[in-house]
């Protein structure tokens, strides 16, 4: 017997998948439901070798702005409210070694783990 | 930050019966090629694979299959990837799929019941077994993706029941 984990943010649904050629098992994790189907995707942003915000999605608002806020974010060590183009973040525990947040403003929203 | 594991057809360097894979974090494990619908795509700084395959269901209920050989399957590789709506660990063997089951469950040494610690606040098991030996693993043994559902895939433990 040889046993393996995966690591989940919170207790996602998933499912299992044989695929043949070669044999393999496929084990999917669903997305937390903030980023499932949420907002456009935006390019992750590296502010520098220790630093990186990803999975970044913008709703109602422009990848630049979701940029900003990411960046503000890792910069300054998370934005405050109204600091970063109006937006108003919290944040919360994403695993063991992850921030996510999420920022909105007059129903705009941008989310981004921080890791 | 990405985080891939590749370790070709696991290169048979493990002794016979020596179980336990060996730990090497070794940087130059880079990307496994996708060879077909799979869809195991980098992760992190990159787009999701925009596959329109649907979310897993939202159900935390235990999945099992039957193996597919009653010869020793070895595992050849591990790797995770991102998709529009969920990500994907896959197992890779070579000489057949064993058997399995998935669920939520403390992750723990067999036997001993020794805890064994995860990033993420909630654990996956992932049990091998077809009633032979599953040989080791050659590669990693822990991966850290940067990915929304999934924060780490890591080797748990082996045994011989």
Avoid at chain 1, 27 to 33: E, I, K, L, S, W
Avoid at chain 1, 57 to 80: F, H, L, N, S, Y
Avoid at chain 1, 85 to 104: Q, T
Avoid at chain 2, 69 to 79: N, P
């Amino acid at each position: 017997m040889t046993k393996w984990g995966i690591g989940a943010a919170t207790r996602l649904g998933f499912r299992v998948q044989e695929l043949s050629d070669p044999p393999r098992l496929a084990v999917d994790v669903a997305h937390p439901r903030a980023f499932a189907g949420f907002g456009r995707e935006c390019r992750d942003v590296n502010i520098d070798p220790l630093h990186h915000a990803g999975s970044i999605r913008a709703k109602d608002t422009g990848c630049q702005v979701a940029r900003d806020i990411a960046t503000a974010a890792v910069k300054e060590g998370g934005p405050e409210p109204g600091q970063v183009h109006g937006f108003s973040c919290r944040s919360e525990r994403a695993g063991a070694s992850a921030l996510r947040y999420l920022c909105d403003k007059d129903g705009a929203v941008v989310t981004f783990l921080l890791g | 930050m990405v985080t891939l594991a590749s370790c070709g057809d696991g290169g048979g360097q493990t002794a016979p019966g020596d179980e336990r894979p060996t730990e090497n974090g070794s940087p130059t494990a880079t990307t496994t090629p996708p060879g077909d619908a799979e869809g195991t795509t980098t992760p992190g700084g990159t787009a999701p694979r925009q596959d329109g395959e649907p979310a897993p269901p939202i159900g935390a209920a235990k999945e099992s299959g039957q193996g597919t050989t009653q010869r020793t399957a070895r595992l050849a590789d591990v790797r995770v990837g991102r998709h529009a709506t969920f990500d994907r660990a896959v197992f890779e063997f070579r000489g057949g799929r064993p058997a399995y089951e998935v669920s939520y469950d403390q992750l723990d040494e067999p036997g001993s019941g020794r805890r064994v610690e995860i990033p993420g606040d909630q654990s996956l098991e992932i049990i091998f077994r077809n009633g032979q030996t599953l040989r080791s693993y050659d590669g990693r043994t822990t991966l850290r993706p940067d990915l929304p559902a999934i924060a780490a895939v890591k080797f748990a433990a082996a045994s011989r029941r």
